[in-house]
Nanobody, 120 residues
Framework: QVHLVESGGGLVQAGGSLRLSCAAS????????MGWYRQAPGNQREFVAI???????RYADSVKGRFAISRDNAKNTVYLQMNSLKPEDTAVYYC??????????????WGQGTQVTVSS
């Protein structure tokens, strides 16, 4: 079992920055990747960024050039640095990890979410 806890959300003005953190604990072995998703009111949860165990990253087109995902393996933590924030970035941001273990089904874990609100 993997437990994810997000932090770092808050209220910022357009053009500002926030850094989200997601700390993983529990059975953290065999985590294939960790990423960030977001869900705005009335919308489905959407992909934001992902980083694999090998350090390969991918971003949604809407955040390319503004957001950066990184990880600290020693702390079992993934970060999302968000710069040049726009009001349309307002959403609840969720951390996700995918655990792939031989002989077991792939397991997805989600954090509780952290609110990011960008004012205009």
């Amino acid at each position: 079992q993997v437990h994810l806890v997000e932090s770092g959300g808050g209220l910022v003005q357009a053009g500002g920055s926030l850094r989200l953190s997601c700390a993983a604990s529990g059975s953290i072995f065999s985590i294939n990747f960790m990423g960030w998703y977001r869900q705005a009111p009335g919308n489905q949860r959407e992909f934001v960024a992902i980083i694999t165990s090998g350090g390969v990253t991918r971003y949604a087109d809407s955040v390319k050039g503004r957001f950066a995902i990184s990880r600290d393996n020693a702390k079992n933590t993934v970060y999302l640095q968000m710069n040049s924030l726009k009001p349309e970035d307002t959403a609840v941001y969720y951390c996700k990890c995918v655990q792939v273990r031989a002989g077991y089904p792939q397991t997805d874990y989600w954090g509780q979410g952290t609110q990011v609100t960008v004012s205009s």
